[in-house]
């Protein structure tokens, strides 16, 4: 699936499902609370913190749902994520060609 088709897709579920997006402002309180989720897991699988029994431990189901909200901020709000990640990848390009490679820290 393309970024164009799971945009699409998000809206056609929305649209058919959920009635209505969220406000913007409760899609970004949204966001916020799936990156914690998400690193809530990142935490105890690669970090020094234990899980609790029952608690998932598998962060792809949180990583779909950032990207589930992320989708649905993008749409809301007129922005093509693949022309904003195509513009992101020539200004990082273009600013860190050689940063990276130069970092004697990454080396």
Partial sequence: MTIKEAQERVDQWIKTYGVRYFNELTNMACL????????????????????????????SEEMADVLWV????????GVDLTKALEASFEKKTQRDKDRHKNNLKLK
Avoid at 70 to 77: E, H, V
């Fill in 32 to 59: 916020t609370e799936e990156v914690g989720e998400l690193a809530r897991i990142m935490a105890r699988k690669y970090g020094e913190q234990s899980f609790k029994d029952g608690e998932s431990q598998d962060p």
């Fill in 70 to 77: 992320l989708i649905c901020l993008a749409n809301q709000t």
